[in-house]
T-cell receptor, first 108, second 121 residues
Framework: DAKTTQPNSMESNEEEPVHLPCNHS???????IHWYRQLPSQGPEYVIH???SNVNNRMASLAIAEDRKSSTLILHRATLRDAAVYYC?????????FGSGTKLNVKP | EAGVTQFPSHSVIEKGQTVTLRCDPI?????LYWYRRVMGKEIKFLLH????????ESGMPNNRFLAERTGGTYSTLKVQPAELEDSGVYFC???????????????????FGNGTRLTVT
């Protein structure tokens, strides 16, 4: 299984940017980097994904290292609703490998 | 559009009994996946349907688990007989099949349901 390493938890203040790191040193050339988040009592929710180039969408930005061995999910202005467990996932064909994720706490 | 729905949201059964979980994917999504998180562990892949066919069932833990997707619409996951270690949250997800080729399909976002919490006592 393709592995990712994330900090167990992080804390942020509301309205401030948050940078969630992920290491994936064993990534292969065809693996896409996906980020999902899971709010309490809900299923995982898609956030963003990319292959080599940085990506932006309405929810977040994804910065991918040049060697692709790490990536960073950027929430530009954290809100209380962003408190969740964030999963960095390497997607092999038709499989997701969930790690343990990073629990993000957002302080008012 | 309606999201992925799972039923029931909670189920409590005794060891040895049978339970059937149901998943209704987003309409038009050919790909349907089952995942589960058992207590204290990571979310793990169970299997993947493309329409009514099992594309990959390598994550199914043993032959007490049976998944079906008759007609390529909703899916059921039956556990018979249930054991204590089957307790956990079972998630279903669906995704589109792209017209741009397999690579697009493999990277179309998964839409998850809110899960069924199964407790075996």
């Amino acid at each position: 299984d393709a592995k990712t390493t994330q900090p167990n938890s992080m804390e942020s203040n509301e309205e401030e940017p948050v940078h969630l790191p992920c290491n994936h040193s064993t990534i292969s050339g065809t693996d896409y980097i996906h980020w999902y988040r899971q709010l309490p009592s809900q299923g995982p929710e898609y956030v963003i994904h990319g292959l080599t180039s940085n990506v932006n969408n309405r929810m977040a930005s994804l910065a991918i290292a040049e060697d692709r061995k790490s990536s960073t999910l950027i929430l530009h202005r954290a809100t209380l609703r962003d408190a969740a467990v964030y999963y960095c996932i390497l997607r092999a064909p038709n499989k997701f490998y969930f790690g343990s994720g990073t629990k993000l706490n957002v302080k008012p | 559009e309606a999201g992925v729905t799972q039923f029931p949201s909670h189920s409590v059964i005794e060891k040895g009994q049978t339970v059937t979980l149901r998943c209704d994917p987003i309409s038009g999504h050919d790909n349907l996946y089952w995942y589960r998180r058992v207590m204290g562990k990571e979310i793990k892949f169970l299997l993947h349907f493309v329409k009514e066919s099992k594309q990959d069932e390598s994550g199914m833990p043993n032959n007490r688990f049976l998944a079906e997707r008759t007609g390529g619409t909703y899916s059921t996951l039956k556990v018979q007989p249930a054991e204590l270690e089957d307790s956990g949250v079972y998630f279903c997800a669906s995704s589109q099949t792209g017209t741009q080729g397999l690579l697009w399909t493999y990277n179309s976002p998964l839409h998850f349901g809110n899960g069924t919490r199964l407790t075996v006592t």
